[in-house]
């Protein structure tokens, strides 16, 4: 079966074009620094994201864990939103690799206040971590792919400045930030020490991340890749595919954000399901279940029998993300079969009888 796939926008495949690109790629050994593709590609990063240097890395989870460990080390603090991809789906490496602690903070659909992080920072104190560090995540995930108002940024950031902290921006779909909002990846980023973002989500590369920042931390990030696995040799074939992906796979991100609003249109219409947050930003959305519909799970396996793969993240959420690989007429499909799927859900829920009622 030829399923439309909405689990993610990391299950993409490299387009004919990309394929031939990664195959014409000049190579070298990276380690050395001898890998032109590379080279290019970190440059190139750097310019974008208005940063003096850049670094290529396998995955945005080792992007996101250096930059913690450059501005952290052992018995420190950095500050987050709870729901943030660095706190929740990433191990707790910053526990496991640095000693590190997190402090979180609840958002509204991943978004901080300025006002949230006032008075969070610990004083100088012998029983105490000391708090280095803030972290923010644009677009959010768990959020439902909100885009951080660039006000709270720029505030937060500041704010950060003025207390000595460091700051990190996590900003593996930063690109779909640009888009929608028309903000350049340089105004979003200069606000931040360092900056990760990612070429294996929305623009459709099979692997790699970039971490950014002024030159002296990028050269000790090396450092820290290395550490932790991450130095490649010929690793210009994955670059070239990251290069293409800025070249051809940007602008276009127009088109996941409509076909986004486009399944989220359909959600509004059906019963028994809500948009958990109501608007959708970007390329993400999440919905909510009524309990009368069963577990996120059953709804997920049912949708697969009938050809559509969505993902369950809580007992009653489902997320479906848009991406290069699926088009408007497969999100009519998909809308088409969950809604039946729902109707089949409800009707088999109304046909089981309710359990006998039990006095303890």
């Known amino acids: ?26 190579v070298g050994d990276d380690v050395f620094g001898d890998d032109p593709s590379i080279n290019r590609l970190q440059d190139r990063v750097a310019e974008w994201l208005g940063k003096e240097a850049a670094l ?19 018995g420190d603090e950095f500050i987050c939103e709870s729901g943030c991809h660095i706190y929740n789906y990433e191990q707790g490496a910053f526990a496991q690799l640095s000693g590190v602690v997190a402090r979180c903070v609840d958002g509204d659909f991943g ?47 500041q704010w950060a400045r003025a207390n000595s902290l460091r700051t990190h921006l996590d900003g593996a779909r930063l690109f779909n930030a640009v888009v929608a909002t028309g903000v350049s990846a340089a105004e979003w980023s200069h606000h931040f020490d360092t900056v990760s973002v990612c070429f294996s989500k929305g623009l459709g590369a099979p692997v790699g991340s970039a971490l950014a920042g002024p030159r002296d931390l990028i050269q000790l990030a090396r450092r820290h890749r290395k550490l932790f696995g991450g130095a490649m040799r010929q690793g210009g074939v994955l670059a070239a595919a990251a290069d293409y992906a800025l070249d051809h796979h940007v602008d276009r991100l127009s088109e996941d954000h409509a076909n986004a609003r486009r399944l989220a249109d359909v959600i509004r219409d059906i019963d028994g399901l809500a948009l958990n947050p109501p608007q959708v930003d970007t390329n993400i959305v999440i919905f909510r279940l009524n309990p009368t519909l069963g577990p996120a799970v059953d709804l997920t396996t049912r949708l697969k029998s009938m050809g559509v793969l969505m993902l369950a993240t809580g007992q009653d959420l489902i997320r479906a993300v848009t991406h290069l690989d699926v088009n408007a007429e497969q999100i009519d499909r998909a809308g088409s079969i969950l809604r039946a799927a729902v109707e089949e859900s409800r009707a088999g829920h109304a046909r089981t009888p309710p359990l006998e009622t039990v006095e303890w």
């Not at 004919?16 to 195959?23: E, N, T």
């Open 56 to 74: 290529f890395v396998p995955s945005g989870s080792m992007s996101n864990q250096i930059g913690v460990r450059l501005h952290c080390g052992p």
């Open 1 to 26: 079966m030829a399923y439309i796939d909405l689990r993610s926008d990391t299950v993409t495949q490299p387009t004919p074009a990309m394929r031939q690109a990664m195959a014409q790629a000049p």
């Open 111 to 157: 978004v901080l206040r300025p006002e949230q992080i006032h008075g969070l920072i610990r004083p100088f104190n012998d029983h105490l971590v000391q708090t280095r560090l803030i972290c923010l995540e644009n677009t959010h995930n768990r959020g439902g792919g909100r885009i951080q108002p660039l006000e709270n940024v720029a505030a937060i950031c």
